[in-house]
């Protein structure tokens, strides 16, 4: 079974019960196992932009780069690249890790999803590419798997 290692993962032991029959449905006593799970949590990543009350923003995908383009709470356009993006989507509806604000930009560490493309071979080396999220307040929620992302404001 492939695992995936590096900084910031995080694993939590929980103990989960499971029972048995045998022969003529008399139970077998429970054994306990361990059962190791990732927790995805949500790192803070300072921006030369903010995401508060931001338009709606557009898409363009050419080659591997995603370009986003939207206009900030003061009306100032600001253009986001991602390089080499491996996954993208874009959701109206609202899902929220534990301290992770409707308005800002996170690393998604411990992500399934990232390591969803790494067991399936489609990233060979997990450390370089990251899940990041940003937060277009109600608008919706931008996620994106990348070896990172540049802005131009």
């Known amino acids: 079974m492939n695992t995936m290692t590096g900084a910031g993962y995080k694993r939590?032991?929980?103990?989960?019960?499971?029972?048995a029959t045998l022969g003529r449905g008399k139970p077998r006593p429970c054994s306990g196992r361990y059962v190791y799970e990732d927790?995805?949590?949500?790192h803070l990543i300072r921006t030369s932009f903010s995401l508060?009350?931001?338009?709606?923003?557009t898409f363009?995908?050419?080659g591997g780069?995603?370009?986003v383009r939207f206009e900030d709470w003061q009306e100032s356009a600001i253009e986001i690249y991602f390089g080499e993006v491996i996954a993208f989507k874009w959701q109206e509806c609202e899902q929220?890790?534990?301290?992770?604000?409707?308005?800002?930009?996170?690393?998604i560490l411990n992500s399934s999803w990232l390591k969803q493309?790494?067991?399936?071979?489609?990233?060979?080396?997990?450390?370089?590419?990251?899940h990041y999220r940003f937060n277009f307040n109600?608008?919706?929620?931008?996620?994106?798997?990348?070896?990172?992302?540049?802005?131009?404001?």
């Not at 939590?12 to 029972?19: E, F, N």
């Not at 927790?39 to 949500?42: A, C």
């Not at 534990?98 to 308005?103: F, H, P, S, W």
């Not at 109600?138 to 404001?153: A, D, R």
């Open 65 to 67: 780069v995603l370009t």
């Open 39 to 42: 927790m995805e949590e949500v």
């Open 117 to 130: 493309h790494w067991e399936q071979g489609i990233i060979v080396d997990s450390e370089s590419y990251k």
């Open 12 to 19: 939590r032991i929980t103990r989960q019960k499971t029972a």
């Open 52 to 57: 508060s009350d931001a338009e709606y923003p």
């Open 96 to 107: 929220y890790l534990e301290n992770e604000k409707d308005d800002c930009c996170y690393q």
């Open 138 to 153: 109600c608008n919706g929620q931008l996620e994106v798997i990348s070896n990172g992302f540049q802005t131009k404001t």
């Open 60 to 62: 363009t995908k050419e």
